[in-house]
């Protein structure tokens, strides 16, 4: 006991005190402040579709979506003045005013808990609209009744002003806000055009009749799914769209001659880009439908180069998180018939009639199903051993530093940070390596410029031992479901090798997996081509030298300079004004030559990212062919035709340190 007793006397002391005063308790709308992403997920400024701007837009719009499905308002007006502040009007029946403080600012408090009111709603919960108003600068709500309207102002969630008039106007609702740009919050937002847009189109594509004005223009759909493949498909499908509808339940599907599978799911309304029980079901029935059809194949063959969407409305789902990406419910309704089997009687029973009635759609898609089958069974013995190698090689992998955080840990809340970086080299590697964030950015290296896959069959990324060791790392043999990082970020020099790098990695996912670029998983790391810096002893802006500090590192605040990284030119020659006179210049001309203390900026929550985007009209094989096939001399002919040489201009007084 003795000894015991002396071991506990040598015990660390107790830190910091905890008493009465450690204890608070929170409003619903200080919470959603302390702790946005428990309701959002991520903030960001608004570069990515997943930024939490995006979420409280879908939040406000979702309601209006909901009147629209209970008959209550066909327009939807949609407005973002600057890229900055959104209104949205609809013309449904409007916020009950007797308890419109509490429905857009007290948590838990709704409309739709019951399902006669709302029963297929996208937010049951009671949460969405009162995180917009928490984490927004300015909110306003009007409620148009009866020929009277309630309007209330908030300032992050707190109540400002509360006034109600008479009005000719129609019922409806509108809302206005403007995201909180504070340091913590969204920090020099913008929303982005093309990410609404899609949005918005997502919208009428499963909500036939719906109209979007979206700052005056006009969005809508006819087709419904049918039009959001053929508005997304890059390459032409083998044969018409298929197209049916059940009650709650509407696909489209057609082959194409890209590999890998895409799907486009949503749940009543919502686009559930992780997918789900409904999207799984649809893989599994459509594979076993068209088999029973024919008797014979394999899924994998069968589903090989589709191209699909399915929709469905299911009584209070159950998503996996409060930003709905993936639907965790497996029944239509409580108590009802599971999701798998209603998606698998609709699918045997229509999609086999079709079949049996279109005998061209049948060949069609019997002539891919084949054509996928040959090339797999050609490469069956090349693929066992690529992988028995790629096995071994993951043990001991040296081109590969994992991290500890994948995107696919379904429980972990940080797997959308989950990324991995594609360098050049072991110099670019090591720099990376040595600064990265062990938790959740992995690196891969390159030995060099990687092998042009264009107009290869995919037996390449077996027998090319690195193609088939980034397979691998990435887990996207089987599809996009294994995923292991959300971001797949090509880091290459900004130079002529670097780029013919970045070409010969994007063609390879291009090529083969086209799913992860649309998915938005593909993006190239922006690395500064200059750094400026002066003593501060020379700097007479004291602002400037504030802001600086306020961003340097402990380490940073020990040396006597102010440094400022350049992505351009242009930044470049603003850096000079601001820290002049005699400025000391860097030019990096490569990834190896910056230091891990300096690149721990570049790849951390503010690095610059460029993402990779794939859309209809950009004509993915004609682009490929040009630049990445084997007509040299008509490439030659045009580099001739429109070459410009530039030479450096570094002003007088200026230095490279690199030459």
């Known amino acids: ?26 409003t619903g709308i200080q919470h959603i402040r302390l702790r946005p992403g428990m309701y959002i997920g991520r903030l960001g400024d608004g570069s990515l579709p997943e930024d939490g701007i995006y979420v409280l837009l879908k939040e406000v719009i979702d309601n209006s979506i909901d009147e629209f499905k209970m008959n209550a308002g066909k327009r939807i007006e949609v ?66 009744r009866e020929g009277k309207v309630r309007s209330l102002t908030f300032e992050r969630g707190e109540l400002k002003s509360d006034t109600t008039e008479a009005t000719d106007d129609e ?9 909180d740009g504070d340091e913590k919050l969204f920090k020099n937002y913008q929303f982005q055009n093309d990410i609404v847009e899609t949005m918005l189109r997502n919208y009428t594509y499963l909500n036939q009749g719906l109209i979007i004005m979206y700052n005056g223009r006009r ?70 439908t068209i088999k029973e059809y024919f008797g014979k194949y394999e899924y994998g063959d069968i589903r090989n ?38 998606v698998g ?34 490469m069956a013995g090349v693929t066992k051993l690529a992988r028995e190698r790629a096995k071994k090689a993951n043990l001991h992998n040296r081109k590969l530093r994992d991290c500890r955080i994948h995107y696919c840990d379904v429980k972990n809340d940080r797997k959308e940070e989950s990324s991995i970086f594609i360098t050049e080299g072991d110099s670019a590697s090591g720099s990376i390596t040595k600064s990265r964030d062990v938790n959740t950015q992995a690196v891969f290296s390159l030995r060099g410029k990687p092998l042009n896959s264009f107009g290869l069959t995919k037996k390449v990324v077996y027998e090319n031992e690195e193609f088939n060791l980034l ?50 998983h593909v993006y190239v790391l922006q690395t500064p081509l200059f750094r400026v810096r002066n003593r501060r002893t020379k700097i007479k802006n004291k602002k400037i030298i504030a802001e600086a500090d306020a961003r340097r590192s ?34 990096f001309k490569g990834l190896g030559e910056i230091s891990p203390e300096e690149f721990v900026h570049f790849i951390g929550p503010d690095m610059r990212l460029e993402q990779v985007t794939l859309h209809k009209n950009d004509q993915v094989q004609k682009l490929l062919e040009y630049y990445m096939g084997k007509n040299t001399m008509e490439r030659q002919n045009f580099i001739i035709d429109n070459l410009v040489i530039e030479e450096d201009n570094f002003n007088e007084g200026e230095e490279d340190d690199n030459q």
């Open 1 to 26: 006991m003795a000894e015991n007793d002396d071991f506990i006397e040598k015990k660390a002391p107790v830190q910091g005190k905890y008493d009465d005063e450690n204890i608070r308790t929170l």
């Open 79 to 144: 407005d973002i003045d600057e890229n900055l502040r959104v209104s949205v009007r609809d013309y449904g029946r409007g916020i009950p005013q007797g308890k419109l403080v509490e429905a857009v600012s007290v948590l838990n408090t709704g409309g739709k808990y019951d399902s006669k009111a709302f029963k297929k709603s996208i937010g049951l919960n009671g949460v969405g609209v009162k995180a917009v108003n928490a984490l927004s600068a300015r909110f306003e709500v009007k409620s148009y």
């Open 171 to 179: 019922n409806g609702t509108y809302i206005f806000f403007q995201p």
């Open 219 to 288: 969005i809508a759909s006819r087709n419904g799914l049918q039009d959001l493949l053929t508005d997304n498909m890059t390459t032409d499908g083998l044969y018409p769209i298929v197209h049916m509808k059940g009650d709650d339940i509407e696909i489209a599907f057609t082959h194409t001659n890209q590999y890998g599978e895409e799907y486009h799911s949503f749940v009543n309304g919502q686009h559930t880009t992780q997918g789900g029980t409904h999207q799984s079901a649809f893989k599994e029935h459509i594979a076993r």
């Open 305 to 342: 180069g589709i191209v699909a969407a399915i929709a469905i409305n299911v009584e209070e789902p159950v998503f996996e998180s409060q930003t709905k990406i993936k639907l965790g419910s497996t029944q239509m309704a409580p108590d009802g018939e599971s999701i798998n089997k209603y």
């Open 345 to 378: 009687d609709f699918i045997k029973q229509q999609v086999d009639n079709y079949l049996h009635i279109h005998n061209e759609v049948a060949e069609a898609i019997e002539a891919k199903v084949k054509e996928s089958e040959r090339e797999r069974k050609a």
């Open 471 to 520: 397979q691998a790392a990435l887990d996207i043999e089987d599809g996009l479901e294994t995923l292991r990082y959300n971001k797949v970020i090509v880091a290459t020099d900004a130079d002529v090798d670097g780029m013919h790098i970045r070409l010969l990695i994007i063609t390879f996912f291009l090529q083969f997996f086209p799913e992860l670029i649309k998915k938005g």
């Open 554 to 587: 402990e380490r940073e605040k020990k040396t006597d300079f102010i440094t400022h990284y350049c992505y351009s030119e242009e930044e470049r020659l603003r850096a000079i004004k601001e820290l002049g006179p005699d400025p000391e210049i860097t030019r």
